[in-house]
């Protein structure tokens, strides 16, 4: 009986704790993406200026990375050479501080809800660029829901209010570097047996960002920036919105480290339909019929991935666990049959 209620007690507590990182975690990245179109668009905090921003978020990440890993030692480097890091890191790097820069850029064009709707477009990149680099097996079935997904946020294109052709090219140009990044981990990085958790990847990348995102802010903004004699750094705003980008890294550690990549990724369909609510309820972003019948359609496709990866991964834990039975009996057989075989002589 006391065992029994022990066990119950331990189960409400891990679900509790799930909820909290999941909560945790859905409240920091609102935070950070409504944040930063508050920042950046020319009718609210009016400082259009996303490569200054991303460089602020770099370096605030980086320095504080530095020291959770160095100083305050929370979580261990990840032991790296100088070739690995050039080779492996720095294209990692260079696509994730484009992915950012773009993706910032976008929202002094577009409104919060419209560029959601195209980040359903993620899975359709990330699948179409494994099967380029040959890490995933073209599948019909799974390109069937490609384009249906597409066709859902094409419906959703179509409906759009606040159109802008530039701002669709800079989200699109975001979400296939982010894709393109993503593949490259796992064929640069995880098949080499490292493994980056956010804290460690910031430590590594976020430096190397910083970097490649110097030559394009010294051509495009810095001439700007220094014509702009009025502008006063505001500690306050791009403090706490940094503070925000660096603490969701946190709660992704904490929630793939607790949860699962899995749940993020259901949290991340319950986030976009809040930031869909939001934008249209609070900001007064004009969300039409057609922009949630399309994104509706896209949001089947994007959870039937899900559901597919989560089958092949079960599938695949228990050809493992087969595997292992099979070999612990093959071991067992042999260690019987030892005995056997010595009194024989």
């Known amino acids: 009986m006391g065992k029994g209620g022990s066990l119950s007690e331990n189960v409400i507590k891990n679900?509790?704790?799930?909820?909290?990182?999941?909560?945790?975690?859905?409240?920091?990245?609102?935070?950070?993406?409504?944040?930063?179109?508050?920042i950046l668009d020319k009718k609210l905090y009016n400082w259009p200026f996303p490569i200054s921003l991303t460089m602020i978020h770099m370096s605030f990440c980086a320095s504080l990375a530095f020291l959770l890993v160095k100083v305050f030692r929370f979580v261990d480097p990840v032991s790296m050479s100088k070739d690995l890091y050039i080779s492996s890191v720095v294209p990692i790097g260079a696509l994730y501080s484009l992915s950012l820069w773009l993706s910032n850029s976008a929202y002094i064009?577009?409104?919060v809800s419209f560029i959601q709707m195209l980040k359903a477009l993620m899975p359709v990149a990330v699948y179409s660029i494994g099967v380029l680099f040959k890490k995933d097996s073209f599948k019909t079935d799974t390109m069937i829901n490609m384009v249906s997904i597409s066709f859902g946020v094409g419906i959703a294109a179509y409906g759009e209010a606040r159109f802008d052709t530039w701002g669709v090219v800079l989200q699109l140009g975001a979400v296939a570097f982010e894709a393109t990044r993503l593949v490259l981990i796992q064929i640069l990085l995880t098949s080499k047996g490292?493994?980056?958790?956010?804290?460690?990847?910031?430590?590594?990348?976020?430096?190397?960002?910083l970097v490649f995102l110097l030559v394009p802010w010294i051509f495009v903004e810095y001439p700007v920036l220094k014509e702009t004699s009025s502008f006063a750094f505001d500690f306050v705003i791009f403090g706490t919105n940094s503070f925000c980008a660096f603490a969701l890294n946190l709660a992704v550690f904490l929630l793939v480290g607790k949860t699962s990549a899995l749940t993020m990724n259901v949290a991340g369909v319950v986030k976009d339909w809040l930031l869909i609510a939001f934008s249209w309820s609070v900001i007064k972003d004009t969300v039409t019929p057609i922009n949630l019948f399309g994104y509706g359609l896209a949001f089947l496709g994007v959870a039937y991935y899900n559901h597919a990866k989560l089958q092949a991964l079960k599938a695949k834990e228990a050809e493992k666990k087969v595997a292992q039975a099979d070999e612990e009996a093959r071991s067992r057989r042999l260690l019987e049959e030892k005995p056997g075989a010595g009194n024989d002589k």
């Open 194 to 209: 490292i493994t980056l958790n956010p804290i460690t990847s910031l430590y590594y990348v976020a430096p190397c960002c």
């Open 15 to 38: 679900i509790i704790l799930s909820y909290t990182y999941v909560s945790i975690w859905i409240f920091l990245s609102f935070t950070v993406i409504v944040y930063n179109k508050y």
């Open 109 to 111: 064009y577009l409104s």
